[in-house]
C-alpha cells in the first residue's frame, strides 16, 4: 500500500462540509477550458468590485488555498497546523502591481511578517518575490548586462535596497528567508542578489535561501557552480527545490521570440533533473540545505529514502519539505506524523488582491498531469471512508 494514502490522517482537521466543498472545487478546477472561463471572469468581477463575487471567492478558493486576509486572522491556521508538527510560511500573495509605493509596500509587509514571526518555531521562513520589489524588465535588463540610463540605476539600487533590508532583518532575528524563483528571463539577476545575500548573511549557517527550478535546463549546472563559489567565499547556501510554474509560458514566449527552450523537453526528463537535485543536496549537506518544495509522492519518498540510506534523523536540520496550503494534504500530514520537518505555504492578503495569485493557483493544478484526480481521489476516499 502506498505510504501517502492514510486520508484519515489527511483530512483529520477537515469537517464533511469542509471535505465536500473541496472537493466540488477540484472537480470545477479539472475541467480546463471552465477554469479558463471562470478565471477570466473572477479577475473581471473581482477587480471591479463586485461584492456577491468576492464574497462567494472567500468562501470558497480563497478559503481552500490562503490563510486569511490579514496575518493575525491567519494564525488560526497557523496554530492549527502547528498543533500536528506542521510549520507555516506566510505568503504575502500580491502580483500584478509594478510602482515604486507598492514595492515598499510589500518590503515593509514582509519586515513586518519577520518581526511577526520572531521567536515563532511555527514559522520557521519568511518568503518573497523578487518582483515584489523590482520590475520584471529591470531585472531582465541587468541580467542580460544592459547599459542603464541613471533613472535605471537608480531604481535597481532601490531593488537591491528592498532584499538587503529583508535578508539583514532575518540575519538579525535569527530567521530562514527564501527568495521565490520566477520567469528565466528574470532570474540571472535574482540569483546574482541571492549569491550576494548568502555571502553576506550566510557566514554562520544559512539564513538566505534561493529558488531552484529543475524542469529548467543548466540548473544542476548553475548549484555546482554556486558550491564552488560557497566553498570559495566560505559561506552557507540555502535552497528551496522545486519543479517549476511557468512552463506553458515560457515556451511559448521561447517559441515567439526565437532562442532555445529553457524547460525540459518531457516531464520524465523534469522528474530525472529534481531527482538529480535531491543527490546534489544530500551529497552536498555540510555546505547545502535544502526545503524541498514538492507534490510529488515519488519525489517525497526519494528524499526519505536518501535520508535513511545516509543514517539522516528525519528532523534533520538540513532538510525541509513544503507543500502549498489546501493541496497534498497526504504528504504533509504522513511527513509530520513521522518528525520531518514540513511547511505550508500559507498565502494571505485581501481578497480583492490576491484573486491573480488564486487563478494562477487555478491554472496550475488544471496543467499539473494527475494533481487535480489525486485531490478529488483522496477526498472522495476520506468521505466514504466516513460514511462506513
Known sequence: MPIFNDTKVAFADKSDAQLRKAYWMFKMIEQPALTSL??????????????????????????????????????????????????SIFDYSIEGKEDEETFDAVCKEIKDIIRFSVGNPAIPFIVFKPTAFGRIDLYEAVGKGAELTT???????????????????????????????????????A??????????????????WNTIQMYRTGRLEYMEANLQRAREKNYFIGYKIVRGAYMEKERARAAEKGYADPIQPTKDASD????????????????????FGTHNEISSELIMDKMKAKSLES????????????????????????????????????????????????????????????ELGLIKKELERRQK
Not at 175 to 185: I, L, N, P, S
Not at 354 to 361: H, I, K, N, S
Request: proline fraction near 3%; aromatic fraction near 12%; include cysteine.
Open 38 to 87: 471562470g478565471t477570466s471572469v473572477l479577475n473581471f468581477t473581482v477587480h471591479n468590485n463586485f461584492p456577491f463575487v468576492t464574497g462567494i471567492v472567500k468562501n470558497t478558493l480563497f478559503a481552500q488555498f490562503c490563510g486569511g486576509e490579514t496575518r493575525e486572522e491567519s494564525m488560526k491556521v497557523v496554530k492549527q497546523l502547528f498543533k500536528r508538527g506542521v510549520g
Open 151 to 189: 533613472s535605471q540605476k537608480e531604481e535597481w539600487e532601490r531593488v537591491v535596497k528592498r532584499f538587503d533590508e529583508v535578508c539583514r532583518l532575518c540575519h538579525e532575528n535569527d530567521k530562514k528567508v527564501m527568495v521565490d524563483a520566477e520567469e528565466t528571463w528574470m532570474q540571472d539577476a
Open 191 to 208: 540569483d546574482h542578489l541571492c549569491e550576494e545575500m548568502m555571502e553576506k548573511y550566510n557566514q554562520q549557517k544559512p539564513i538566505v
Open 272 to 291: 530525472k533533473n529534481y531527482n538529480a537535485g535531491i543527490d546534489f543536496v544530500m551529497d552536498h549537506l555540510d555546505k547545502v540545505s535544502a526545503f
Open 315 to 374: 528532523g534533520n536540520p538540513h532538510v525541509y519539505f513544503g507543500q502549498l496550503y489546501g493541496m497534498s494534504d497526504n504528504i504533509t500530514f504522513y511527513l509530520s506524523n513521522k518528525g520531518y520537518n514540513v511547511a505550508k505555504y500559507l498565502p494571505y492578503g485581501p481578497v480583492k488582491d490576491v484573486v491573480p495569485y488564486l487563478t494562477r493557483r487555478a491554472r496550475e493544478n488544471t496543467s499539473v498531469a494527475g494533481q487535480t484526480g489525486r
